[in-house]
C-alpha cells in the first residue's frame, strides 16, 4: 500500500513511522510511505501557507490554493483516498480502518492553527473527513500517524502469524469486542495471582473463559 501524507512538520513522523512494525512494514515493502513538506508549496519568498480567517477571529486557516496544489502534484493521473483528519470527520472505528486498509492509495491531509479552509472538502480534493476523537490536538500529524499504524496491521504479512489482527479488540471475529486479559510469568506477584484456569493445560476451559472475559 503506498501512503503518502501532506504536512507542515514531516519530522514529526520519523520516530514512530521508523520503528517496531510499521519499520518492518516499509523495510518489507508492504508500506511505501511518501512525506511531503507543505511549505514546499507555499506563497512567495515566505512559503506561506496561511492567513487570517474571514469574519475575523483568533487564528490562522490554510489556504485552499496551497492545499489544493499541493494535492493535485501528488494525484497526477492516478487517484489516492484523500482523507483529511479533523475534529469535525467521522469518528474513526477498527471496521473504517479494515476499509482503508484494502484501498491501494491513501493521502492523508494533515491541518494545523484553526484547519483547513473549507473549500478544500467543498470542492472535491477530500473525499471523507476523520477524526480520531472527540478532543482537540495540535495537528493532523498524531491523527495520521494512528491511521497509518491502525491500518499496516491489517495489512497481509505486517504482523507474524502468532500477533495476526484477525482475533483482536473490535475485529469482527470477537463481534467488535474487547480481547480477554492477559498474564504471564510469575505466577504470583505481591500476592496477585493467575485465573487457575489459565493454569490447567485444559485448553477448552481456557478457550470458554476467554470467551467468557471479552468485554
Ligand atoms: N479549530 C479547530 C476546532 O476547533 O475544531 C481545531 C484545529 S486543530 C488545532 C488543527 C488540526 O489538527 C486540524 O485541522 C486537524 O487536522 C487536526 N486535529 C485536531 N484534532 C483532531 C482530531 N480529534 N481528529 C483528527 N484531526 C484532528
Not at 486479559?181 to 477448552?204: A, K, M
Request: net charge negative; hydrophobic share 35%; glycine share 10%.
Amino acid at each position: 500500500m503506498r501512503i503518502d501524507v501532506l504536512t507542515l512538520f514531516p519530522g514529526m513522523f520519523s520516530g514512530p513511522m521508523n520503528e517496531s512494525i510499521l519499520r518492518r512494514a516499509q523495510e518489507e515493502k508492504i508500506v511505501e510511505l511518501h512525506l511531503y513538506d507543505l511549505r514546499e508549496f507555499g506563497m512567495g519568498n515566505h512559503r506561506q501557507v496561511d492567513d487570517s480567517p474571514y469574519g475575523g477571529g483568533a487564528g490562522m486557516v490554510m489556504r485552499v490554493d496551497v492545499l489544493v496544489n499541493a494535492i493535485e502534484s501528488i494525484s497526477k493521473g492516478e487517484q489516492p483516498h484523500r482523507i483529511y483528519l479533523s475534529p469535525r470527520g467521522k469518528r474513526l472505528t477498527q471496521s473504517k480502518v479494515e476499509k482503508l486498509a484494502k484501498k491501494d492509495w491513501l493521502l492523508f491531509v494533515c491541518g494545523h492553527y484553526e484547519g483547513v479552509d473549507q473549500r478544500v472538502v467543498e470542492g472535491g480534493w477530500i473525499d471523507e473527513e476523520i477524526s480520531i476523537g472527540d478532543y482537540v490536538l495540535t495537528g493532523g500529524e498524531l491523527p495520521a500517524m494512528v491511521l497509518i499504524d491502525a491500518i499496516a496491521r491489517q495489512l497481509p504479512g505486517v504482523l507474524g502469524k502468532e500477533e495476526s489482527s484477525a482475533e483482536e479488540s473490535f475485529s469482527k471475529a470477537l463481534d467488535r469486542r474487547c480481547e480477554y486479559p492477559h498474564y504471564t510469568r510469575p505466577e504470583e506477584f505481591r500476592g496477585l495471582g493467575v485465573p487457575d484456569i489459565l493454569l490447567s493445560g485444559n485448553h477448552t476451559a481456557i478457550k470458554e473463559w476467554r470467551q467468557a472475559h471479552l468485554e
